[in-house]
Nanobody
């Protein structure tokens, strides 16, 4: 069973940056596409960024395009989300999961963008 542990969230001022990490347990990490998702209060969970297992183009939601970058380190079974130029509307709990997502989710990491 895959376990996903997100970290790196926190409180940051508008315009600031954060780097999220997601460590995945289990085998076969490198063969799966991975995604970062977020859920803001009162809203549905949404896909923010996706990185394929092979040489395909990364996907970014329009709301984060040009500001967020998703990368992965298959040797460490870890996927990252570099978030720059953060805005208050980026405030949410951020989760990682495979893409398409597995039914089970990690605890997520809270990102709060506020002055």
């Amino acid at each position: 069973q895959v376990q996903l542990v997100e970290s790196g969230g926190g409180l940051v001022q508008p315009g600031g940056s954060l780097r999220l990490s997601c460590a995945a347990s289990g085998s076969g990490f490198s063969i799966y596409a991975m995604g970062w998702y977020r859920q803001a209060p009162g809203k549905q969970r949404e896909l923010v960024a996706r990185i394929p297992s092979g040489s395909w183009t990364n996907y970014y939601a329009d709301s984060v395009k040009g500001r967020f970058t998703i990368t992965r380190d298959n040797a460490k079974n870890t996927v990252y989300l570099q978030m720059n130029s953060l805005k208050p509307e980026d405030t949410a709990v951020y989760y990682c999961n495979r893409y398409p997502s597995l039914p089970s989710w990690g605890q997520g990491t809270q990102v709060t963008v506020s002055s």
